[in-house]
């Protein structure tokens, strides 16, 4: 069919320039619900690379009502409407085109293209969203101003919002009122936004690096106003460290950021008008936990630094989605590191760097190993929607920063600057970013170039070897997959290049000054070595005694490091690594290998034991009091039983449960002494504090209460929980409590924790996320007294404040129980399995893009023992036969593949 513009599945290497260009356009709003109508006015031009004598525009979900072509309307034999555009034959070279069509916003349940949610119009355009508002050449490298008049009744919408700057505003007849604006930056379709309802703003003025004054706006419900003052802060402390870091100013006169709590993914960085997900813009001591103050920074960052990276460069088309999205998510994780800990407090920043190796490790590492494996740059997809994923934005973080540990923080800010100076205002290639990066530092990156089109995770295996007699150290790195996934293994052609730092650490746990082999002196303590083939011996001179050493340091590339470690040496790194990256990481080997041992005892029935070793090594973490909080708390906290699970030849949720259990209990009952005085000794009373210090007290002493609730005999924790809960002045602290509470009630009864669970709902009835706090505990609770959990998640879907429609309620509920609590999902009677099914189906119906994002929790089935792999397939192959979203197919198709 030469008219479709969807053919099922679209390749990279099918690239083509566009047929036409769009020089300027003039969009014309008239706002109803149920039928808005939309004037779109565009002046085109023949793209002279390309020859295609019919102009074929985007289009979904749209009413045609009629096309002119400079002024004179368009027979209807001269234009077709259909599924997925419109087709006009024999246009002039250069022509105006005005077409007019209708959508309808109020019954659009996707939250793609215009939609109403509380009332309130709002768009979200990329992908492929604002093809459902009109017919366009909806692909990222046509660029174009936009001029855009909004028309609405005034008391229902009294805002009336989009990109760039108001030009013009006024009432109409029949209460009606109107505004114009005007985003002078050209800019893909994706980044188009309008806003119009009942907002209110938190506004701010500051002068930029160059002296203009500028307006910052929150908008938000009028009752949410007492909850923006952090992103306001954290929209101001980005744009001063953009411009710190990277030389980047805000190039608007004004920049607005608004929430909404209808959104499918966190938030979205249409130039100047940013919208985000109301989890990422509302909070206040009383509804928001640390983690949330935190996310919020990060995210208010993400977008705001997406102006430059994503904006005013911007990608030639979908394939290159991590030229935006890996670029922005690392200046997202530095923004936060610094914010942490300043930029060179390396502790304080390695609790972030932690934080982000474990999303990875945990969730890119799975997606890597799965039928959904794709390179950071992907080959082909049925629905670029899917393709938003971890390994597009977190691996491809990683990717970007390999350029910098390679280059340093000068020579990654040498690339960043050749790379606007030679793109700003363009629509560009991976390729185009990782030339600046080789240029600017006189290298030659080609190899470089296989991290963006190899799936799959790299495995480092290092074998060592010391020669007292010559005081040599030789370190033997060899590089390969593994066994991987058959989607990641037909990418996987030749050796990377991968930075890989390393330490060497003497008998008395201090760095020893490295020497490589045919270097004249030594220089610094941890080096990045370039491993550039399969296999490379690295030889390090003046060696005085058998070093231990410490490996890929701060997690220098994104691979699995394999060496054989003994315990001892584990528990030796954990006390004494400088880098706190490695510390951390010794702990987390230790436990992985500890708790993989009781897995397996689980299965095979044995009785199960935990060594007191570890228990020692943990224990002078715990009361190391040189260590900050933060870092001890993330030190404690085992691995997750998804990660443990992943570890496993054939995944057993449920022994990988039971060990997990034991070994809490095994660490509380141990420690309980110092877990009590931890609790006393970090309690922070007086004012609510956001910061990173006083939140890592309350981390350490919120886990402390969690370990304490695992005792035989909970009536400490139950009573310090309650206490906790009643008193809290803080979000973190009460929703803390109630966790504990609801955990002591796995053992002691859904009693314990019942009042606690009926005060929050009344308190926080009209706070919407933090009801969804209320069902995502319940959802990931452990049970109560032996009632699974599924039966408590199906009593919630039918609470009256339960709502399939929206986003953030569902993902509370649904999400919470079948991608965070294994062990209840991956019930052994397939319940959990039934439920699923029947959630995508029902959600496929109304949001394919929130349905394809459920279904992914089943795609690992293969991976998992085979009485649950036999159950899995069975729930895929029903929901198979079911849905009807691209969407959701392609993830079925590929995972039953
Ligand atoms: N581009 C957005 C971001 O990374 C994510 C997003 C994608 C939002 C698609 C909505 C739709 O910040
Ligand atoms: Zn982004």
Redesign the pocket.
């Known amino acids: 069919m030469s008219d479709t513009v969807n053919p099922a599945v679209i390749r990279r290497a099918d690239y083509a320039a566009p047929a036409f260009l769009i020089d300027s356009v003039s969009l014309e709003f008239d706002l109803v619900p149920e039928r808005t109508i939309v004037t779109n006015t565009m002046r085109l031009r023949r793209n002279p690379d390309a020859a295609a004598a019919r102009l074929e525009l985007m289009g979904e979900a749209l009413e045609f009502v009629s096309a002119a072509i400079d002024g004179k309307t368009l027979p209807a034999s001269a234009v077709r409407a259909h599924e997925h555009g419109l087709t006009i034959e024999d246009v002039p070279d250069a022509f105006t085109l005005t077409i007019e069509s209708a959508c309808n916003p109020g019954a659009n349940t996707t939250l793609?293209g215009l939609y109403v949610s509380s009332g309130n119009f709002f768009t979200?355009?990329?992908?492929e969203?604002f093809r459902r508002i009109t017919y366009f050449l909806d692909r990222p490298d046509v660029m174009t101003t936009f001029t855009v008049t909004l028309r609405a009744d005034k008391t229902a919408y009294p805002v009336l919002l989009s990109n760039g700057n108001l030009i013009e505003q006024g009432d109409l007849p029949d209460g009606r009122h109107f505004a114009k604006w005007e985003d002078p930056f050209k800019k893909p379709s994706y980044l188009f936004a309008l806003v119009a309802g009942k907002l209110v703003a938190l506004e701010e003025r500051i002068r930029t690096g160059s002296g203009k004054e500028k307006l910052l706006q929150v908008w938000v419900e009028p009752h949410d106003l007492d909850k923006t003052r952090h992103a306001m802060d954290s929209l101001i402390n980005s744009i001063r460290w953009d411009e710190e870091r990277f030389g980047l100013e805000l190039d608007l006169d004004r920049f607005m950021i608004v929430a909404v709590s209808d959104?499918?993914?966190?938030?979205?960085?249409n130039k100047g008008l940013n919208i985000f997900n109301t989890k990422y813009v509302l909070a206040n001591q009383e509804t928001a936990t640390d983690t949330d103050f935190g996310n919020i920074e990060a995210?208010v960052g993400?977008?705001y630094f997406?102006n430059w990276t994503?904006n005013r460069v911007t990608c030639r088309d979908w394939f290159q989605l991590s030229l935006?999205?890996g670029l922005?998510?690392f200046r997202d994780q530095e923004f936060s590191a610094d914010m942490q800990g300043g930029a060179t407090d390396e502790a304080a920043r390695a609790v972030k760097r932690i934080d982000d190796v474990r999303v990875l490790r945990q969730m890119q590492f799975a997606e890597d190993a799965g039928p959904m494996a794709h390179p950071v740059r992907p080959e082909s997809y049925v629905e670029i929607?899917n393709f938003?994923t971890l390994t597009v934005?977190e691996k491809g973080a990683e990717v970007v920063r390999m350029y910098q540990t390679l280059f340093g923080r000068d020579g990654f800010r040498r690339g960043m600057d050749l790379y606007f100076k030679r793109h700003d205002g363009q629509a560009v290639t991976c390729d185009d970013f990782r030339n600046a990066m080789a240029d600017a530092n006189g290298r030659d990156l080609a190899q470089f170039e296989r991290w963006y089109s190899q799936a799959g995770t790299p495995r480092v295996s290092v074998r060592t070897a010391y020669d007292a007699a010559s005081q040599r150290y030789s370190v033997t790195l060899s590089q390969g997959y593994g066994e991987a996934a058959p989607a990641a293994r037909e990418t996987q052609k030749g050796p990377l290049l991968i930075p890989f730092a390393i330490g060497l650490i003497d008998r008395a746990g201090r760095d020893i000054p490295l020497r490589l082999e045919g270097e004249a002196a030594a220089n610094g303590t941890t080096r990045v070595i370039e491993l550039t083939e399969q296999e490379q011996t690295f030889t390090f001179v003046d060696v005085k005694e058998p070093p231990l050493p410490s490996l890929l340091r701060n997690f220098s590339a994104p691979v699995i490091v394999e060496y054989d470690y003994t315990n001892d040496e584990l528990a030796f790194l954990l006390a004494h690594d400088s880098d706190p990256f490695n510390r951390w990481e010794a702990g987390q080997r230790l436990a992985t290998r500890e708790l993989l041992a009781l897995a397996a005892r689980a299965q095979a029935g044995e009785p199960l034991t935990f060594d007191d070793s570890t228990v020692a090594a943990f224990s002078r973490v715990l009361t190391d009091e040189t260590l900050s909080p933060a870092f001890r708390e993330l030190a404690l906290v085992l691995p997750s039983e998804a990660y443990l699970a992943e570890q496993m030849a054939e995944a057993d949720p449920a022994a990988v449960h039971a060990a997990r259990q034991f070994a809490r209990k095994r660490l509380a009952r141990a420690l309980k002494n110092e877990w009590l005085a931890i609790y006393e000794r970090h309690a922070t009373p007086g004012a609510y504090e956001p910061t990173p210090q006083a939140a890592g007290h309350r981390a350490l002493k919120n886990l402390a209460l969690a370990y304490l609730a695992e005792l035989d005999d909970p009536a400490d924790a139950v009573r310090l929980a309650n206490a906790q809960y009643e008193h809290a002045n803080n979000m973190t602290d009460r929703a803390a409590a109630l966790a504990v509470l609801l955990a002591a009630s796995a053992a002691a009864g859904a009693g314990v924790a019942q009042g606690a669970l009926d005060d929050f709902y009344r308190r926080f009835e009209q706070e919407p996320l933090v009801i969804d706090k209320w069902f995502a505990l319940q959802a990931t609770q452990r049970g109560s007294a032996g009632r699974p959990v599924i039966e408590i998640v199906r009593t919630l879907m039918a609470h009256p404040a339960f709502s399939l429609r929206n986003p953030n309620r569902a993902r509370s509920l649904i999400f919470s129980f079948c991608a965070a609590n294994p062990a209840q999902f991956h019930a052994a009677d397939g319940s959990g399995y039934a439920f699923w099914a029947e959630q995508v189906v029902a959600l496929d119906a109304l949001n394919p893009?929130v349905a394809a994002r459920l279904t992914r929790s089943l795609e690992m089935w293969r991976r998992y023992t085979p009485a649950l792999r036999e159950r899995m397939r069975e729930a895929l192959e029903r929901v198979a036969t079911q849905v009807k979203s691209r969407d959701v197919r392609e993830i079925v198709e590929k995972a039953l593949a």
């Open positions: 793609s979200q355009c990329e992908a969203g959104f499918n993914m966190g938030a979205m960085e995210v993400h977008e997406h994503g935006k999205e922005t998510v929607n938003y934005y893009q």
